[in-house]
């Protein structure tokens, strides 16, 4: 994974406080991202492959809520699996194509950016399941 590629998924994951290279945690293999304001809450990049890399995020309690896989082609990363944790519970709730399709056909920069673009379609979706979707995707930013 090259730096545009790591900043290019760091982007999307960073909100209002940054995540800030780990030089002690990150090693050849893995990209390891702390938030200053909390030691728990961090967000690890680890290369599968040549063009594959996971992507795991932690809560402020060091609880993973986050798992995705991204494949590197070109200069682009795209995502390929996305999993959340669901709240109340301890298992990961996958994603599915047409909601990851969704995201990447109106996905910016920027999770704000992503979300802005959702809920700038939003009145034009005739579609009840797409509709659905970004409109709960809208309620989570």
């Not at 900043?7 to 991202?33: E, G, M, P």
């Amino acid at each position: 994974m090259n730096k545009k590629q790591e900043q290019q998924i760091l982007d999307y994951y960073s909100t209002t406080d940054k995540y800030i290279r780990s030089k002690t945690y990150s090693n050849a293999h893995q990209s390891v991202f702390t938030k200053e304001s909390d030691k728990y809450q961090w967000l690890v990049l680890e290369q599968k492959s040549q063009c594959e890399v996971e992507v795991r995020q932690t809560d402020s309690h060091g609880t993973i809520t986050a798992r995705d896989n991204y494949e590197l082609t070109r200069n682009i990363p795209k995502c390929v699996g996305v999993e959340r944790l669901c709240e109340g519970t301890n298992f990961q709730i996958p994603f599915n194509a047409d909601e990851i399709n969704l995201i990447y056909q109106f996905g910016e920069q920027s999770k704000a950016e992503t979300c802005a673009s959702l809920s700038a379609i939003l009145p034009q979706v005739k579609d009840s399941n797409t509709k659905q979707i970004a409109s709960e995707r809208e309620s989570t930013a």
